[in-house]
């Protein structure tokens, strides 16, 4: 179950409550969170919608410990990362969270399996398991025939397959992609978005997703809108989400 | 090490700029080894000159003599195990640029004194037996192509004229690396018999031989306080105290040797960093990526570190083979002009040392500024 009210209940996976986020520019202060609460369950797909400029990102950055937070808590599975230092936060990450960009996924000059091998050096694993591991990553997302390619041989969305791959080959807690079908063309992104599916509903993974097209929004569980610094949901309803993106 | 494919993913990533990279250090530390090699060479005396060594001069300048007579006296000087005498000879052979030294030596205690110095003793008994004989060392016999039984003459201008001929009946060798190859000795008494009068009964100098190094303050000062108030008073010093001395003639030639690798070192600092900061910035998007995936702040440093230490290292060892290679052939060609040339393994090991500290310096930078990077921000910047 996802909720925005702080009600969720008190075994949900993320729980998010009065997150504020405020930058600074040239003295003025700019609001971009203000108070938002979120709880998502383990096995949930939620999509985050709303206007350029409206914080998606920043909500993303906040989540995944890439950014602390100008008030409030964020707390996955127990863990309360608001307050890690720096050195701690990036081994919670390197543990729990798999990042899916828009663009600059991959390292260019590392093949497909190479790429999605960069999480597990950082584990204890040996070099055969970890050869495993990437071997049964690729397998999920349809690329095993690729994974000697480096990413200039490989188009758009397989390049964001390779960067799926690389999200959950060391099996984190949850998923954050954002607009990880920003870049690529309709058919592309549907086959991305059905793979995603998959993660969900085959191998229960958590997933938050940003996306500006209605039609990806539609494949999540729960759209969540941005607006005035907090959520709303939209609909849980997939058809509703995607009428009112349509209309 | 399992970090190692990427970081040279990473270093051969723009090929061109790999190679001129390594290109830079090859050539800085081809010029590093050489400019150690030939500050050695001035220094050498000071290195291979031997601690239980002490050369005596004349007090006025090494160009005046002193008498033969100082031998015995020198000899009984408690702590003195040997003594012998060279005079400098300066003679031509054949052109003035086949310049090579040549010294009256005495043969009765040269091989005592100057053990490094070693003569096969067939040769060497035969030299005893010619008085005209001559001994060269192996390096000038390679250059003239000298054969053993060679008459050898040489041109002087000083002792009375003339021309001088030698049988070339031995070659010396060295036996520790920088020792010098390039002299010709020949006989006192062949030399004393045919000079003029007034050279007669004159050495150039004394070398003593200790019995301990640590006698050599007390025994110098013994010997310069015996011959005080005579008409030759002298000057003792330890070999390498003398080779200082003798280098000071070619001026400030540290000064020289250190400024021109200071502009290397710089100059090789600057390319290199700049490099270093360009490659680190056109990834600045994938370094975000391996700090989201979890990357320590450390662990990126370390790689760029690590690719500019590999840049140093075999940019560094191509330079230095070179050097190896060529030290020896322009040692051939320079031979009797500079002293010997060697480039030995300290010195590998300081040049190398040098280029990792460029390679470490020009690494850091960039390196600190990749660990400064904000994930957040990196990935905005687009
Ligand atoms: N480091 C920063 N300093 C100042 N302002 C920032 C910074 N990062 C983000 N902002 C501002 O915060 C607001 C939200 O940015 P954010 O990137 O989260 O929006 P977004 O919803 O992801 O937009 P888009 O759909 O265009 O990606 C914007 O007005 C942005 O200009
Ligand atoms: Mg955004």
Redesign the interface.
């Known amino acids: 179950m996802v909720s925005v009210n702080a009600d969720g209940n008190s075994k949900a996976l993320i729980q998010v409550r009065g997150l504020n986020k405020t930058y600074r520019r040239g003295g003025e202060p700019i609001q971009v969170l203000q108070g938002l609460n979120l709880d998502v369950d383990q096995g949930d797909f939620v999509a985050f919608m709303g206007p350029s400029g409206s914080g998606k990102?920043t909500l993303l950055?906040l989540l995944?410990g890439?950014?602390v937070p100008t008030a409030g808590s964020v707390s996955v599975g127990g863990d309360e990362i608001t307050h890690m230092s720096?050195?701690r936060l990036?081994?919670w990450?390197?543990?729990h969270v798999g990042?899916v960009?828009q663009?600059?996924?991959?390292?260019?000059?590392?093949t497909a399996s190479?790429n999605v091998e960069?999480?597990l050096?950082?584990t204890r694993l040996s070099?055969s398991e970890r050869k495993q591991h990437v071997e049964s990553a690729l397998a999920i997302v349809g690329l095993q025939g690729r994974a000697e390619h480096f990413p200039r041989q490989l188009s758009g969305g397989q390049e964001q397959r390779v960067a799926i791959a690389?999200a959950i080959v060391s099996d984190p807690t949850f998923l954050l992609c954002d607009e990880p079908t920003g870049d690529l063309d309709r058919k592309s992104a549907d086959e991305i978005m059905a793979l995603v599916e998959e993660l969900v509903s085959k191998h229960n993974k958590t997933v938050l997703m940003v996306t500006h097209d209605p039609l990806v929004a539609a494949r999540a569980h729960t759209v969540l809108h941005l607006e005035k610094g907090a959520l709303v949901e939209a609909g849980k309803s997939p058809h509703s989400a995607a009428a009112g993106g349509a209309a | 090490m399992?970090?190692w494919?990427?970081i040279w993913?990473?270093l051969?990533?723009k090929k061109v700029r790999l190679l001129l990279t390594l290109g830079s250090f090859a050539v800085a530390l081809f010029l590093f080894a050489f400019l150690a090699v030939v500050r050695d060479a001035f220094n050498r005396g000071g290195g291979v000159a031997a601690a239980n060594r002490l050369v005596v001069i004349n007090r006025v300048s090494i160009i005046q003599t002193i008498p033969l007579s100082y031998r015995d006296k020198i000899r009984n000087i408690p702590g003195v195990e040997n003594v012998t005498h060279d005079n400098w000879f300066g003679a031509i052979y054949q052109d003035e640029k086949n310049f090579f030294p040549q010294f009256v030596i005495d043969p009765d205690s040269q091989r005592q004194v100057y053990s490094e110095l070693v003569v096969p003793d067939d040769q060497w008994n035969n030299f005893l037996k010619d008085r005209t004989g001559a001994i060269a060392g192996a390096s000038t016999v390679k250059r003239f192509g000298w054969k053993i039984g060679d008459r050898i003459p040489l041109k002087t201008t000083i002792y009375g004229g003339g021309a001088w001929e030698f049988n070339l009946d031995g070659v010396y060798h060295g036996t520790r690396p920088g020792d010098d190859e390039t002299q010709l000795w020949f006989q006192w008494d062949y030399f004393e018999e045919r000079v003029p009068d007034r050279f007669k009964g004159q050495v150039g100098w004394y070398t003593v031989k200790l019995n301990t190094p640590d006698d050599a303050v007390r025994v110098a000062k013994a010997i310069d306080a015996d011959f005080a108030n005579s008409p030759y008073e002298t000057k003792t010093d330890t070999e390498s105290a003398w080779a200082a001395g003798w280098v000071k003639q070619f001026g400030n030639i540290e000064f020289l040797i250190l400024s021109i690798g200071s502009v290397v070192f710089f100059t090789l600092l600057l390319v290199t960093g700049n490099t270093m900061a360009i490659s680190v910035r056109e990834?600045t998007?994938?370094l975000?990526?391996?700090?989201?995936?979890?990357?320590?702040?450390g662990s990126v440093l370390f790689f760029v570190l690590a690719e500019a230490l590999t840049i140093a290292l075999i940019g560094g060892l191509v330079g230095l083979v070179l050097a190896l290679l060529a030290v020896p052939l322009v040692g051939q060609a320079m031979s009797g002009m500079l002293p010997p040339m060697v480039l030995s393994k300290p010195m590998l090991a300081e040049a190398m040392g040098f280029a990792l500290l460029v390679g470490a310096c020009s690494g850091l930078l960039p390196g600190l500024g990749a660990m400064r990077l904000?994930?957040?921000d990196a990935?905005?910047r687009?």
């Not at chain 1, 663009?103 to 590392?110: F, G």
């Not at chain 2, 975000?288 to 702040?297: C, D, E, P, V």
């Open positions: 990102t950055n995944g890439l950014d720096s050195g990036t081994e990450r390197a543990r990042f960009f663009i600059y996924n991959l390292v260019p000059v590392l190479q960069l999480p050096l950082l070099r690389r | 399992k970090f494919s990427l993913a990473n051969t990533r990834r998007g994938e975000a990526i391996l700090k989201a995936i979890g990357f320590k702040n904000r994930v957040v990935l905005r687009i």
